[in-house]
Each structure stands twice: as structure tokens, then as C-alpha cells.
């Protein structure tokens, strides 16, 4: 497969997440830099946002788990991310009972419709980038 037809798969992909979203004809309507596509490109483009999102389309996660699996993740920025992510209404934080008293994180209906456009990201992060040096893999 091409760029080009790699990109038209991907854009395909993104654009049956807004059709699903909303109505069908919506997509083709959006300017190219709307501020709601703006945002949102901002929104998961932080640093750490996306891998954050990534490991919770699989399974709601607490805290430690969540920042083992991100290497060079710290403390600090996690607990930003997951606030930030909190806050658009992507995750939500549930208090277990204990003891010990456990924080799990999930992601909500509106997170997990960013599962395809996440996957598609990675699709093509595999094909088109290289490995970052001393980077972790996939």
C-alpha cells in the first residue's frame, strides 16, 4: 500500500468514527481546522495523552499500572494527564473500596470512541516511523 492510499484508509477510518458520532453528512460539512478538530488534536497530542488512552481501550487501569507501563512517564504528568482527560469527560475515576483504598481509571463512552482514531494512529506510527533510540518497541 501507498502514502496515499494509506492516508485515504486512515481518513476512512476517521471519518466512520464522526459518522457514527453524528450524522453521516457532517464530516464532509467540517472545515479543515474547525476548533473542535483543533482541540481535539491538542487534546491527545500532549505528551503522554495518547499512550494514556491507549492502555486504557483495554481494560480500566489503576494508577501504578498505568504509569509502569509508560516508560519516562512521571507522577506529576500522569496525574495531569488523567485529570485533563477527566475533565473532557474521557475518563472516569472510581474510588474501591479497601483497605487498602484503590483509584482505578476507565475510560467513559465518549473515551472509547476514540479507540479507532488511537488505533489507526498506531497503524500508521508502525508503517511510517521509525523506532525511536532506545525506545521501548511496540
Do not use: N
Amino acid at each position: 500500500m501507498d502514502r496515499v492510499s494509506g492516508l485515504g484508509a486512515s481518513l476512512a477510518v476517521m471519518a466512520t468514527v464522526r459518522t457514527t458520532a453524528g450524522a453521516p453528512d457532517q464530516v464532509s460539512q467540517l472545515h479543515p481546522v474547525c476548533p473542535r478538530y483543533h482541540h481535539a488534536v491538542e487534546l491527545i497530542g500532549r505528551r503522554w495523552t495518547g499512550a494514556v488512552v491507549r492502555l486504557l481501550t483495554e481494560r480500566p487501569q489503576r494508577f501504578t499500572q498505568i504509569l509502569g507501563q509508560v516508560p519516562g512517564l512521571s507522577d506529576r504528568l500522569l496525574t495531569e494527564r488523567l485529570r485533563e482527560l477527566e475533565s473532557e469527560g474521557l475518563v472516569e475515576r472510581t474510588v474501591l473500596a479497601g483497605p487498602p483504598v484503590r483509584v482505578e481509571y476507565a475510560l467513559t463512552i465518549k473515551g472509547h470512541q476514540l479507540e479507532p482514531v488511537v488505533m489507526a494512529i498506531a497503524t500508521w506510527a508502525e508503517k511510517w516511523l521509525d523506532a525511536p533510540e532506545g525506545g521501548a518497541g511496540t
